[in-house]
């Protein structure tokens, strides 16, 4: 089945420590985005890639960082500069990035700073 | 700035009990309106694109519908199956690669 998988699914840091949060897609989609979901907001966009080997920041993407190496790969990188990291993290990705909204979004990582 | 409210919050409804659910949105200009639905714990999943007024769209129970100024989703006899947060975002003249999202309406269909 084609999809987004995104891993891990929970995980717990440490002050101080950077974590990469896995997401894969078997779409074939070229574009590819991170947003952030907390409780009572919207989605806000982190990061987001229209093509391999290119990728543009969103709205809030201090502290972030995130490599598109391969079409199918967008991993996201959050670093001990992301002063407030505990959240739910998800990915997308759509058949390009300018004329579609259907997202297809991953499950999701839940990150928390202990 | 750009905007999208979604109103009201919470919604609880009896099995069966129709209702709707309002995204008004103040933006330079609309390229299209999108409806997801979020189980917890879960991405959101697509439901609807409207791209302008007085278009609609359904979908089994649920109907969207788009003035100039917001949207509508109405639920027909919901059943519990339904109970979900029911996100809307749009797409802007101005950057045509980013949802703009609500904060979404939390829905609990009681049997």
């Known amino acids: 089945d084609g999809g987004i998988t995104q891993s891990p699914k929970y995980l717990f840091r440490k002050e101080g420590q950077n974590v990469t949060l896995s997401c894969e897609q078997n779409l074939n989609h070229d574009a590819m985005y991170w947003y952030r979901q907390d409780p009572g907001q919207g989605l806000r966009l982190i990061y987001y890639s229209q093509i391999v080997n290119d990728f543009q920041k969103g709205d809030i993407a201090e502290g972030y960082s995130v490599s598109r190496e391969k079409k199918e790969s967008f991993p996201l990188t959050v670093t001990s500069a992301q002063k407030n990291p505990t959240a739910f993290y998800l990915c997308?990705?759509?058949?390009?990035?300018?004329?579609?909204?259907?997202?297809?979004f991953g499950e999701g990582s839940r990150l928390t700073v202990l | 700035e750009d905007q999208v409210t979604q109103s009201p919050e919470a919604l609880r409804l009896q099995e069966g009990e129709s209702s709707s659910l309002n995204c008004s949105y103040t933006?330079?200009?609309?390229?299209?309106l999108f409806w997801y639905r979020q189980d917890p714990g879960k991405g959101p999943e697509f439901l609807f694109t409207l791209y302008s007024a007085g278009e609609e769209k359904e979908k089994e129970r649920l109907k969207a519908t788009l003035t100039k100024k917001e949207s509508f989703l109405h639920i027909t006899a919901p059943k519990p199956e339904d109970s979900a947060t029911y996100l809307c975002?749009?797409?802007?003249?101005?950057?045509?690669?980013?949802?703009?999202f609500g904060s979404g309406t939390r829905l609990l269909v009681r049997p």
């Open positions: 975002a749009v797409r802007t003249m101005d950057s045509s690669y980013k949802l703009i």
């Open positions: 997308a990705s759509s058949i390009d990035g300018a004329n579609t909204g259907e997202l297809f």
């Open positions: 933006v330079s200009g609309l390229r299209g």
